[in-house]
């Protein structure tokens, strides 16, 4: 069952969609409750509407609830991104990647004329780093980048598969997910940066300057910050 400020973070951003449009949905929790609203809003109103899926869970579950893919080659500019954070600052600077989506989610958010963040207002924090930093890292890289990682100052981990998954877990890319545990992050742009410059390293789940409004729900309503 959703947590009701997901679900009012969610409804305040279907309130954004229009008919006519070509979205960008992200992956998680908050994400899978914005596609089943927008899935029956479409059925209702008869939208014609058009979704890139940043993963294989938000491809399926788009397509379950009777919304149409394309993709990027066809759709290279996006009207809208709808995704999840696993934090957000006062700045709307986000870690992404708790469900391992963050390269996919990087391209296609950075894609929309407009990304909104859906999160419940737990995900709210003064400054980034409690949550550690996903990043997704070619396998074949795999002790290069933790060893340079460490380097930073940081505790990373090699994310594994959890119960139904013996050893590391495998993105929807083939690749690896480090945890890099830093603590808190001062001036996350310059970190973006120098971790992407690493050999190896696919993509980083810091989103730096790239959302333009997040509504955060609880019980109580929405918080909505914007730029
Ligand atoms: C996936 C993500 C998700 O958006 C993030 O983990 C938030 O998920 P949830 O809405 O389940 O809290 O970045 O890679």
């Known amino acids: 069952m959703a947590?009701?400020?997901?679900?009012?973070?969610?409804?305040?951003?279907?309130?954004?969609?229009?008919?006519?449009?070509?979205?960008?949905?992200?992956?998680?929790?908050?994400?899978?409750?914005?596609?089943?609203?927008?899935?029956?809003?479409?059925?209702?109103?008869?939208?014609?509407?058009?979704?890139v899926p940043t993963s294989y869970q938000s491809a399926y579950l788009a397509v379950e609830n009777g919304l149409r893919l394309t993709t990027l080659d066809e759709h290279p500019t996006l009207d809208l991104a709808i995704d999840g954070a696993d934090e957000v600052d006062p700045d709307l600077n986000l870690i992404k990647g708790g469900g391992a989506a963050l390269t996919k989610e990087k391209v296609v958010d950075s894609s929309a004329k407009r990304f909104v963040v859906i999160a419940d207002s737990t995900k709210l924090v003064e400054r980034l780093g409690k949550f550690p930093l996903p990043v997704e890292v070619l396998p074949f890289a795999r002790m290069k980048v933790l060893r340079v990682l460490a380097g930073m100052g940081c505790v990373p981990k090699l994310r594994d598969g959890g119960d139904r998954k013996d050893g590391p877990l495998v993105t929807d890319n083939g690749n690896f997910i480090v945890d890099a545990a830093f603590g808190e992050i001062r001036d996350p742009k310059a970190l973006e940066i120098e971790i992407k410059r690493v050999p190896g390293v696919v993509e980083v789940g810091l989103f730096v300057g790239l959302?333009?409004?997040?509504?955060?729900?609880?019980?109580?309503?929405?918080?909505t910050i914007s730029r």
């Open 3 to 51: 947590s009701v400020g997901k679900l009012k973070a969610a409804e305040a951003a279907l309130k954004e969609v229009a008919d006519g449009q070509v979205l960008g949905i992200g992956t998680g929790s908050t994400v899978a409750v914005f596609i089943g609203l927008l899935g029956r809003k479409v059925k209702e109103e008869d939208w014609d509407l058009l979704c």
């Open 211 to 223: 959302a333009q409004c997040a509504y955060l729900g609880n019980a109580s309503g929405v918080r």
